[in-house]
């Protein structure tokens, strides 16, 4: 299948790689500004931390709602609407006098606004007008589009946090959000479906298929373990470094060097899913997170330690979406993928939200995140078992799905 018009394949990889780009790259600055928010308002830090956990897990509740509108009326249209919910919600934080106002502008309109403007939606369309030897590259090259969102868009919110303060730096980053209104024209009429896929199949057919497959309910537990190690780390690193005395551009910087060393990761993860098994590659991947974390916390925190540390998650720290994204249409197809990846990445938010919100409990409570990084170790064990089972292959249907 081919995108109508000038939205060739290579428009629609360009354009959804920008709008991750903007998405998660100005979504990853709401670590930074945390302790500034906090100390500013006079709030615990467990009251924005709430705030961004609730983003994700609302971000998580709406994914395949916001996917299946995908599939039904067109991504662009809902990358489109999600761009100025996403815009809003930046707006209202950065004129925020109380915690609801968090809770609203970051925790419910920017978690909608992430659910229609990010992976799950931008991934699916890509999936569609991608040829099937090279979806899982395509995926990997718009999928480390949100790695260098990451790499251009914390540095530049450091440096407005540090010359504006914090308020006057969100409204610039939601004038940022607010380009994607325009960069989702491009996504325009790519839901049409592939002419190899059953056109008949329905939604409900879709998901009691999806639901009575063992590997889809594993691919969601491993799913949740990414959520909770990465945004964990993307949300509290920072503060965990300036509670141990460390410079406070060391965080920017680790936060910019994952994603740095992840636009290397995602493509090279990506590579390797064309040509290998990549549940296998999924298992290796949430291993060496396990020992990685485990390393970092045990050693004495240096500026070469957190170095070292950020280059080695970024080269793990999104290859598990287009794996994951790739394994699902391996499966079932793309023509309820926006859906299926939707309740995949559902699971994922859950994960963000009990690692965000937990970690600002746990500070709270016993003044380090220690417990939480062994926890996050704990899981990526158990996260390289549940992906070695999985029944990876693709399903064989009738020329005919009924609903």
Known sequence: MTPRGWRTPFVVLLGGTLILLLSFGLRQNLGLYMAPISTGLGWDREVFAFAVALQSLVWGISTPLMGWLADRFGPGKVVGAGGLVYAGGLWLMAEASAPIDATVGVGFMTGFGMSMTSFSIVLATISRIAPAAKRSIYLGIASAGGSSGQVLLVPLGQWLLTENGWSIGLIIIAGM???????????????????????????????????????????????????????????????????????????????????????????????????????????????????????????????????????????????????????????????????????????????????????????????????????????????????????????????????
């Not at 799913?223 to 410079?247: R, S």
């Not at 060391?250 to 390797?272: D, V």
Request: aromatic fraction near 12%.
């Open 177 to 403: 959000a607010a380009l994607i209104v325009p960069l989702s024209v491009v996504l325009a009429g790519a839901n049409r479906q592939p002419a190899d896929e059953p056109s008949t199949q329905r939604i409900g057919a879709a998901l009691r298929e999806a639901g009575g497959h063992g590997g889809y309910h594993l691919l969601n537990a491993g799913y949740f373990v990414c959520g909770f190690q990465t945004m964990f780390i993307g949300a509290h690193l920072p503060a965990y470094l300036t509670d141990l005395q460390a410079p406070a551009w060391l965080g920017a910087t680790a936060l910019a060097l994952i994603g740095a060393f992840n636009i290397a990761g995602c493509i090279f993860w990506a590579h390797l899913g064309a040509s290998r098994s990549m549940k296998y590659l999924l298992s290796v991947i949430y291993g060496v997170r396990a020992v990685i974390m485990a390393v970092f916390i045990m050693l004495p925190i240096s500026t070469v330690s957190v170095i070292v540390f950020a280059c080695l998650m970024g080269l793990l720290w999104l290859a598990t979406v287009p794996l994951t994204t790739g394994v699902v249409a391996q499966i079932f197809g793309t023509r309820f993928i926006g859906t299926l990846v939707g309740i995949t990445f559902f699971s994922h938010q859950i994960g963000s939200f009990l690692g965000i919100w937990l970690g600002g409990i746990v500070y709270d409570a016993m003044g380090n995140y220690d417990a939480i990084f062994w926890g996050g170790v704990a899981l990526g064990l158990v996260a390289t078992v549940l992906h070695i089972p999985i029944d990876d292959r693709p399903l064989r249907r009738a020329a005919t799905a009924g609903a």
